[in-house]
């Protein structure tokens, strides 16, 4: 991505700055980028670069079972979605589990 993007930058004469955002410690100001609300999703896509298997997805099909993880962060709500164990629960957040046919807010 840097590579492109500076590759961008001299093609049409722009100066840009490249900043790292680690996921789960976004900032506000990237946030914003995406209105009041923004989800994150496990696992990856398939490229040139990376093949994913179904673990690396979280097994992830229409029928498969999700759990997303719900944090307000002033006033962003951020779901990010966690391994679908009773291990990934806390009594302190609040949780939304998505089934095949049912779904449940914790």
């Known amino acids: 991505a840097a590579l492109h993007a500076t590759k961008i930058d001299s ?13 789960g410690k976004e ?10 609300r923004i989800t994150i999703l496990q696992g990856g896509v398939d490229s040139g670069f990376k093949q994913t298997s179904s673990e690396e997805t979280n097994g992830h099909e ?3 079972s999700r759990l997303f993880h719900i944090k307000c962060i002033d006033e962003y709500v951020k779901s990010i979605e966690v391994f679908c164990k009773a291990e ?10 998505l089934g095949q046919y049912q779904t449940y807010i914790w």
């Open 27 to 36: 900032p506000l100001h990237f946030l914003r980028c995406f209105g009041r």
């Open 88 to 97: 990934s629960l806390n009594s302190n957040d609040s949780f939304v589990y």
């Open 11 to 23: 093609e049409v004469g722009w100066s840009s700055q490249m900043v790292r955002v680690v996921q």
């Open 62 to 64: 229409s029928t498969k």
